[in-house]
Structure formats: structure tokens, C-alpha cells
């Protein structure tokens, strides 16, 4: 059956990769199933939502190729927010209420001194009109709360299997701020109808909150979509991520030049059944993607394996995916100088240096004085053109019978002379994108300099 999802950020800040986690299941299930990816932007929290975060977000979401078939704002939405907590108010399911933050952090206090759960005791609800008008009279704006029913509600998670909240324990949430704003629990759920959202995919930090909201689709009269809840990715502190985790945001990343699959397969697999590996391809990993394979642990993640995947994509990538950046960024169209190189890069920009040692040379350090032997022999031994695969394996070969130089001794200063590095790129492989003359001469300028 096509499912119709959402993920829903509120934009008060860059989302990181636990955030890509909740959109990229979602964005599978809408794949798997044929159904509709929603992009919702949960901004009514007017003080703290920024339409720059929402703008970063979309890009966040565009560089990992989440496209949205909807793209909704609840800002832009009020009126339905308003007609449902009229109804819920016109059914006395919907209350205000009077106390001041610190009047209830003193009722919290004290419930917690008698060893009972800080719930809230409603004591507006035995507030008469004249207590209420009194009130108001002082200046006091109620914020309005929802009635909870006794009893539990249960459902059976994609993710965790059944699952059971006694509302009994919660406090009757605020539906509506003072100021009228409209908060999270509501807007949610008349959103989630509206747009018949029939699978509501989301972290294990929501489970609570879902018993409260199944409560509240049956108040509006409508069935609750299925849920299910993953895990969070954790640091390696076992702290859940947030929107602090700077380095973690993807806004960073993607400005870190990490490709977007090493990102996306580590928030899809880490903390599965499934090992975490690279996936190059969306469509790939989507498929991979199964929330019954969703661990019931924390997804502890090492952020040092984002550079690790990242790496292991770089050193399998095709030319023909880089291939525009190459030419545009280094002007480089040579489809063997991305093949030689790749296996070297953590990033794809480390690639630079590389580039600059294939066209300018090496650094101009003279050679050990027992390295000179090794490279004048090379320079002698150095075979006519065309190369191919097997010109290094030989002329190695030559150099070695005349010099005795093996292992270490008879590499070492050919990988210094031609690249002016102890690490590097196969060399057999680098002296082809040389060429004869390149070689020579820089095997002449490495013996031409003094010790």
C-alpha cells in the first residue's frame, strides 16, 4: 500500500545527521511503497523559527536527494489549528489554565518532596467564571490544555512491536501557549489528518508523546495512523545529538565537502541489523532501508566514521560522478588522473595537492646522497614510450639489477622524485599520467640538486 509520510523539522536551528536519520526512513518507506514524501516545517513557535534555518534545511534534504513531493509550512495553516481547538474547547476537552511557570514548578516541587510524579493536578478545572474573570482581571492570559481519558493506549510499533502509555501518569499537555500560539501536539495531529498521513515515522523520544496524540486523533474523530519509532544515534557518551552538535549538522558537513552518501548510509544502517557500509546510490540504500531491522538500543556512532565511509565511497567512485566537479573545479578531464588519485582522498578536495604535484612537480628537496645511485640508474633505465600497466614493473626491474636496491631502498626515492612525497598514489600507476619526458625531467631536477 503507498504510505503517505512527513517529516516535520521546526526550523529553529541546521538539522544533523540523527535529524537525516527520521528523513531519510521516511523518504524510503515513500519510495518502497510508491507513496508521498511531506516536507512539514513545524514553525509556529514563532520566537525561535527562523526562515533561513527552513531554507538550510531544504538544501540539507536536496543534497541528500530527498525531494519532497509536498512542501507545506504550519505557519501558513492557522485557520485549521484554530477550528480544532475551537471543537475540542466546544466539547470540554480543551481548557484554560491560569498558573504562572514558577506557581507550577512550586506544584511540581512539592509533589516530587511526597514522593508522587509531578503531574499537574488540574485545579482549573474547579475554577468558576467569576475565578477565571478575576483573574484575567490581574493580567493573567490562560494557556489551554488538553483533558486526557483515562487508561492506556497501545499500538504496534514498525519499530519496537507493542507498545503501551498509561495517560493516567502524563499531565494534560498545553495545547496552546498564553500568547495563543499553537504548540507541537496539536498542530501535529490536525496536520497529520489533513494531509491523511497514514505512517508516522520518528525517534524513540516521541513514544510518550504518541499516547497523548493517538488520544487526541480520537478527540478530533479520526483514526491515528501506524507509528513507528527508531532508535537515536547517540554519541560515543551515550548522549542523544542536537541541534548544539554543530559538527554533526549537515549544513557543516555538506560545506566540509563529505559526499552525501557517506552521511546517508551512516544515519540509515548504524544502529541496525545491517552492517555500516557505503551505499552509493539513494535508491540503493532505500531499499536497504527496513525499520524492523531498527535496533531497540541506542545507536552509539563514532563521528570519526563518517570520515571512514566517506573514504571508502571516494576510493570505489566512478569518474563519471565527479567528472563535472573535476573539470569546473581543477580542469581536469582526464578520466585516469580521478582513477590514479582516488585512492588516497578522505575528501574529495583533498584531491588539490595532488593535482598540483601532477602539473607543477614536486617539492624541490634534494635526495638523500645513497638515494642518487637508485635515481640515476632509473634515469638511465627509463624505457621508450608507449607505456602501459606492465612499463614500471620492468623499469623497477632494470633499476634494481643495476643497483642492488630492493624493497624500500629502490622505491622510496623514485616515489620522492616524482611526487615529493613518502605517501602516495600507486606510482606504477602515477608514471603513466607522467608520460616519458615528465619522468625524465624530473628525475633529472631531483639529481641536479645539491645535497
Not at 504550519?74 to 484554530?82: E, P
Not at 490536525?190 to 505512517?199: A, F, H, P, Q, Y
Not at 554533526?248 to 545491517?274: I, N
Request: with cysteine.
Amino acid at each position: 500500500m503507498p504510505e503517505i509520510v512527513r517529516f516535520a523539522p521546526s526550523p529553529t536551528g541546521e538539522i544533523h545527521i540523527g535529524n537525516a536519520r527520521t528523513a531519510l526512513y521516511n523518504y524510503a518507506v515513500a519510495r518502497q511503497t510508491g507513496g508521498t514524501f511531506i516536507l512539514r516545517f513545524d514553525d509556529t513557535d514563532v520566537e525561535r523559527s527562523e526562515a533561513r534555518f527552513a531554507e538550510a534545511i531544504a538544501a540539507d534534504l536536496a543534497w541528500l536527494g530527498i525531494r519532497p513531493a509536498t512542501l507545506v509550512r504550519q505557519s501558513d495553516r492557522l485557520a485549521l489549528y484554530d477550528d480544532a481547538a475551537d471543537r475540542l474547547r466546544a466539547a470540554g476537552l480543551l481548557y484554560p489554565c491560569y498558573e504562572t511557570p514558577d506557581e507550577l514548578e512550586r506544584k511540581r516541587a512539592l509533589q516530587r518532596a511526597r514522593g508522587h510524579p509531578p503531574k499537574y493536578d488540574r485545579a482549573a478545572l474547579a475554577l468558576a467564571d467569576a475565578d477565571r474573570v478575576a483573574l484575567e482581571a490581574q493580567g493573567r492570559h490562560p494557556h489551554w490544555r488538553f483533558r486526557l481519558p483515562d487508561g492506556a493506549r497501545t499500538w504496534d510499533d514498525r519499530c519496537r512491536g507493542e507498545q503501551r502509555v498509561n495517560l493516567d501518569a502524563i499531565s494534560d499537555p498545553v495545547l496552546v501557549r498564553a500568547d495563543g500560539s499553537y504548540l507541537y501536539t496539536l498542530t501535529s495531529v490536525v496536520d497529520d489528518v489533513d494531509m491523511g498521513v497514514t505512517l508516522i515515522v520518528r525517534g524513540e523520544d516521541h513514544i510518550t508523546n504518541t499516547g497523548v496524540q493517538i488520544a487526541l486523533f480520537e478527540a478530533l474523530g479520526a483514526a491515528a495512523p501506524a507509528f513507528a519509532h527508531h532508535n537515536l544515534l547517540t554519541r560515543s557518551d551515550g548522549e542523544p545529538l542536537s541541534k548544539r552538535d554543530n559538527p554533526l549538522s549537515l549544513t557543516r558537513l555538506r560545506g566540509d565537502e563529505v559526499e552525501p552518501m557517506a552521511v546517508a548510509s551512516l544515519a540509515v544502517l548504524t544502529g541496525t541489523s545491517q552492517p555500516v557500509e557505503p551505499v552509493a546510490d539513494l535508491g540503493a540504500l532505500c531499499a536497504r532501508a527496513d525499520l524492523a531491522a531498527v535496533s531497540r538500543g541506542p545507536a552509539t556512532f563514532d563521528p570519526a566514521d563518517v570520515t571512514r565511509l566517506n573514504a571508502a565511497l571516494l576510493h570505489e567512485m566512478p569518474y563519471e560522478a565527479v567528472a563535472g566537479w573535476l573539470a569546473e573545479t581543477y580542469g581536469v578531464s582526464d578520466p585516469a588522473v580521478w582513477t590514479t588519485l582516488r585512492g588516497n582522498l578522505a575528501r574529495r578536495t583533498d584531491i588539490a595537492p595532488w593535482v598540483a604535484i601532477l602539473r607543477d612537480g614536486p617539492a624541490a628537496v634534494p635526495p638523500a646522497e645513497g638515494d642518487r645511485p637508485v635515481l640515476a640508474a632509473a634515469r638511465q633505465a627509463l624505457p621508450p614510450e608507449p607505456w602501459d600497466e606492465s612499463t614500471f614493473k620492468g623499469w623497477t626491474a632494470a633499476v634494481k639489477a643495476a643497483t642492488g636496491a630492493k624493497g624500500k631502498g629502490l622505491f622510496m626515492p623514485l616515489r620522492l622524485a616524482l611526487t615529493g612525497e613518502a605517501q602516495g598514489p600507486e606510482l606504477a600507476a602515477f608514471l603513466l599520467l607522467l608520460g616519458r619526458e615528465e619522468t625524465s625531467r624530473r628525475l633529472d631536477a631531483a639529481l641536479s640538486r645539491a645535497p
